[in-house]
């Protein structure tokens, strides 16, 4: 595991919450496209292999995308209503923690969330949604061996017809190299 476990966990985490707009992505005749499943495994652990030698995949889950969701590098069409969240993982160079050649690195980043709202639209809806990441990650929540260390903002940036409220999530975890 690196780093990238971690951003991509923060990121899966982040796309939970509740106060998110989620919409499932149907085909022309109106069914559910599916991510690629999952190898399946026999009793003994080993890859089920169809005539031609491939793994056989199970089902995957259906894709759901997120309209008010900005991840770095992904198109991305601003709402209409002009609420969205611009998302980004930071990490910092690793730290070995341990000695030896299975050593394991203790890697620090942030998860970057940036909520944008309309200017002069009052700072109710960006407190709410400040709150309801807060609350999301937590400080001492442990995610699968990331822990959040802290989450806090700082102050509304204006950026012409909008306003950004910068919030970060600190957070660290103990990978290997």
Excluded at 12 to 22: C, N, R, S, V, Y
Excluded at 110 to 133: H, W, Y
Excluded at 147 to 163: H, M, N, P
């Amino acid at each position: 595991m690196t780093d990238t476990y971690a951003e991509e966990l923060l990121i899966k985490h982040f796309l939970k919450m509740d106060i998110l707009e989620k919409n499932q992505v149907f085909d022309e005749e109106g069914n559910p496209v599916l991510s690629e499943g999952e190898p399946i495994l026999d009793d003994d652990g080993n890859f089920i292999l169809d005539e031609e030698g491939n793994p056989i995949l199970s089902e995957g889950e259906p894709i759901v995308e997120y309209p008010e969701v900005a991840l770095e590098n992904e198109a991305f069409v601003r709402p209409d209503d002009g609420y969205w969240y611009e998302v980004s993982v930071i990490p910092s160079a690793p730290q070995q923690i341990e000695l030896g050649t299975e050593a394991r690195s203790r890697w620090y980043g942030i998860l970057q969330v940036n909520i944008c709202v309309p200017k002069d639209s009052g700072t109710r809806a960006m407190n709410e949604r400040f709150d309801a990441i807060a609350k999301h990650f937590r400080s001492g929540l442990i995610l699968e061996g990331v822990r959040i260390v802290k989450t806090y903002r700082t102050s509304a940036v204006d950026d012409g017809d909008f306003l950004v409220l910068p919030v970060t999530v600190e957070w660290w975890s103990d990978l290997d190299r």
